[in-house]
């Protein structure tokens, strides 16, 4: 019998990550763009990921809303955002990809939503709207940015807590909309299932857990043994486990390295590793899980990173080409992420929500001069 305990920090590298099986029509757009959305997952945790800090992060919530923003960008400025989230390179298939991986992902315990925030005066093109909506199920809410940019927040923040069961508040911090913010393209996911094979409360009890291989807390730890898709990766020197969930079509994936400070080694590891592939090589296996009940939330500030990863141009007021959205000069001013994640004896419930915020071209107020 296998034994895989989570006992070590940092544990909480996670991806809300989404898929499920395609059906044979038109099957090749959406594995192309299944693809390029696993690369892209992949890169930017590597970018995220800092030594003995956790990280949660929801590429596919980045992903759906950035591929919306990449449908109103011309030349360099698409050309660098198509490369960063490896799409197709036709947008007929980047188009026609996303709209069968949001239909794909739609789901009694998995939901999504997207909603495009834009200033009442601010005039939007009509082809962008209907692809917006045709392709990405996302309508137009106009609201106030100019006169009332801190009620058109709220606002925002509302339909993202209303969307995400509650569970992701205040995504939008005081101060990110300003009066010359002009839209704001967001997306929102909640995920809510029981385990296949629920835990025992009873045998849940305090145990040692690892933050770094000098220092432990005391955690509570779950317990259950049962048949699962289990293997041992000696490439990885680590342990893959699958947790299924009640509907079966969605699992927790759990990769314990062999050492309590091996997680790093891992990570960079993944880079080169097809998970997909590797998840179906697992056995069904005895094994005894004994994994921590733990609650995480994190607010990522992306613009930095994404620029990092090769998207420059869409946040370069001088540069950003976002013509087949509106022919006032766009760029994109902030993009944020705030994730949760709750495991317990019962189940699993996920949210994540992220906001591309997109302002006019303005003077910069540092540069302004000042007089006494």
Same mark, same amino acid.
Request: one cysteine or more; aromatic letters at 8%; hydrophobic letters at 40%.
């Given at each position: 019998?296998?034994?895989?305990?989570?006992?070590?920090?940092?544990?909480?590298?996670?991806?809300?990550?989404?898929?499920?099986?395609?059906?044979? =029509?038109?099957?090749?757009?959406?594995?192309?763009?299944?693809?390029?959305?696993?690369?892209?997952?992949?890169?930017?945790?590597?970018?995220? @990921?800092?030594?003995?800090?956790?990280?949660?992060?929801?590429?596919?919530?980045?992903?759906?809303?950035?591929?919306?923003?990449?449908?109103?960008? /011309?030349?360099?400025?698409?050309?660098?955002?198509?490369?960063?989230?490896?799409?197709?390179? /036709?947008?007929?298939?980047?188009?026609?990809?996303?709209?069968?991986?949001?239909?794909?992902?739609?789901?009694?315990?998995?939901?999504?939503?997207?909603?495009?925030?834009?200033?009442?005066?601010?005039?939007?093109?009509?082809?962008?709207?209907?692809?917006?909506?045709?392709?990405?199920?996302?309508?137009?809410?106009?609201?106030?940015?100019?006169?009332?940019?801190?009620?058109?927040?709220?606002?925002?923040?509302?339909?993202?807590?209303?969307?995400?069961?509650?569970?992701?508040?205040?995504?939008?911090?005081?101060?990110?909309?300003?009066?010359?913010?002009?839209?704001?393209?967001?997306?929102?996911?909640?995920?809510?299932?029981?385990?296949?094979?629920?835990?025992?409360?009873? $045998?849940?009890?305090?145990?040692?857990? =690892?933050?770094?291989? !000098?220092?432990?807390?005391?955690? /509570?730890?779950?317990?259950?043994?049962?048949?699962?898709?289990? @293997? =041992?990766?000696?490439?990885?020197?680590?342990?893959?486990?699958?947790?299924? =969930?009640?509907?079966?079509?969605?699992?927790?994936?759990?990769?314990?390295?062999?050492?309590? !400070?091996?997680?790093?080694?891992?990570?960079? @590891?993944?880079?080169?590793?097809?998970?997909?592939?590797?998840?179906?090589?697992?056995?069904?296996?005895?094994?005894?899980?004994?994994?921590?009940?733990?609650?995480?939330?994190?607010?990522?500030?992306?613009?930095?990173?994404?620029?990092? $990863?090769?998207?420059? !141009?869409?946040?370069?007021?001088?540069?950003?080409?976002?013509?087949?959205?509106?022919?006032?000069?766009?760029?994109?001013?902030?993009?944020?992420?705030?994730?949760?994640?709750?495991?317990?004896?019962?189940?699993?419930?996920?949210?994540?929500?992220?906001?591309?915020?997109?302002?006019?071209?303005?003077? !910069?107020?540092?540069?302004?001069?000042?007089?006494?």
């Amino acid at each position: 019998m296998a034994s895989l305990t989570l006992g070590a920090l940092p544990l909480f590298g996670i991806l809300l990550t989404f898929t499920m099986p395609a059906t044979t =029509y038109d099957m090749k757009e959406l594995e192309t763009l299944t693809e390029g959305s696993n690369k892209f997952a992949v890169e930017i945790y590597q970018a995220l @990921k800092k030594p003995q800090e956790n990280l949660i992060v929801s590429p596919i919530s980045i992903q759906l809303v950035l591929a919306l923003a990449y449908a109103g960008a /011309k030349e360099n400025t698409a050309t660098e955002m198509a490369k960063t989230l490896h799409l197709p390179e /036709k947008l007929d298939d980047v188009l026609k990809g996303h709209k069968m991986l949001i239909e794909q992902l739609q789901h009694p315990t998995l939901k999504l939503a997207s909603q495009i925030f834009a200033e009442k005066t601010f005039n939007i093109k009509k082809e962008y709207q209907d692809v917006a909506s045709k392709y990405f199920l996302s309508e137009v809410g106009l609201v106030n940015f100019i006169s009332d940019p801190e009620g058109s927040r709220n606002e925002i923040n509302q339909w993202v807590e209303e969307k995400t069961n509650k569970k992701i508040k205040d995504l939008l911090a005081e101060g990110t909309i300003t009066p010359l913010t002009r839209l704001v393209l967001t997306n929102a996911i909640h995920f809510k299932a029981n385990w296949a094979k629920p835990f025992d409360a009873e $045998l849940t009890s305090d145990e040692d857990f =690892y933050v770094s291989p !000098d220092n432990k807390v005391k955690v /509570k730890m779950m317990s259950k043994t049962g048949q699962f898709p289990y @293997k =041992y990766n000696p490439e990885l020197k680590a342990k893959i486990l699958e947790l299924p =969930y009640e509907d079966k079509e969605f699992k927790m994936v759990i990769i314990l390295p062999d050492l309590i !400070d091996g997680l790093a080694d891992v990570e960079n @590891k993944l880079s080169t590793l097809n998970l997909t592939e590797e998840l179906l090589t697992l056995r069904e296996s005895t094994v005894r899980v004994r994994l921590p009940k733990f609650k995480v939330e994190q607010t990522l500030d992306l613009k930095n990173t994404l620029i990092q $990863l090769g998207i420059k !141009d869409f946040f370069d007021q001088g540069k950003a080409n976002l013509r087949e959205i509106s022919e006032e000069h766009l760029y994109g001013s902030k993009v944020v992420q705030k994730a949760f994640i709750e495991v317990d004896e019962k189940g699993t419930e996920a949210a994540a929500a992220t906001a591309v915020v997109q302002s006019l071209e303005g003077c !910069d107020q540092s540069r302004l001069p000042r007089s006494l």
